[in-house]
């Protein structure tokens, strides 16, 4: 999973894993069945995800609306992975903060796997607001599989997803910060395919292969 998660663990108990040789970490990999077709973007910004407080979408909502490039954001999830449900205050609240800052934003609800494929290959940049101590988003990497540019909160296990400069990391919950780095790569598409090809490489030379080939080594 990740090293946070672990040391996360070490804190809580009397044992340190790290002194023995027969505990490491094992990180995740992105699913293999990816079909990702770069496609003429349609939107600047993208986020996946679950719409609740740690997942940050607020603070992205909050960074479009400062002052700087005019962004065109797909919100693809819900509060819950399948459609059904009320929508609760903090999703109503998303809405409204949208409307009333006049921002250009799909609010898709809850989609497919294949339809979240869909949408990843025609934006631009991917972002990864969270301000919980996110133990290893799976998003995170199919993010980087895809065209998009990853950007994502440099907390908990996210920032062990790329050591090559495959993801920009921002402070969490800092609007600014994220609406400077984002609008950075809107203004230069070379830096912006440059992150996306780093990050695709990085996700590329991680299967789910070597993380079989890990576990069974331990």
Request: proline share 6%; hydrophobic share 40%; glycine share 6%.
């Amino acid at each position: 999973m990740s090293d946070s998660i672990r040391f996360d663990l070490e804190g809580r108990s009397r044992f340190s894993t790290s002194r023995s040789p027969r505990f490491r970490t094992v990180h995740n990999a992105a699913r293999t069945n990816l079909s990702f077709v770069a496609q003429e973007p349609e939107y600047d910004v993208i986020y996946v995800g679950r719409l609740v407080p740690e997942k940050g979408v607020h603070v992205l909502i909050q960074a479009a609306a400062l002052s700087g490039l005019k962004w065109r954001i797909a919100v693809v999830g819900g509060k819950f992975f399948v459609p059904g449900g009320d929508e609760d205050a903090y999703v109503q609240d998303l809405y409204k903060q949208a409307d009333a800052n006049n921002l250009s934003v799909e609010f898709t609800g809850p989609v497919s796997p294949s339809r979240v494929v869909e949408y990843l290959s025609k934006s631009r940049v991917s972002v990864i607001p969270s301000v919980w101590e996110e133990p290893a988003g799976l998003t995170l990497l199919e993010s980087m599989a895809s065209p998009a540019a990853v950007v994502a909160s440099n907390v908990g296990g996210l920032p062990e997803a790329s050591k090559a400069g495959g993801v920009i990391f921002v402070p969490p919950s800092d609007p600014q910060a994220l609406r400077t780095v984002v609008d950075d790569l809107l203004a230069d598409e070379s830096k912006r395919r440059s992150v996306a090809s780093k990050g695709c490489q990085e996700v590329n030379n991680r299967s789910w292969k070597h993380v079989y080939e890990e576990l069974t080594s331990v």
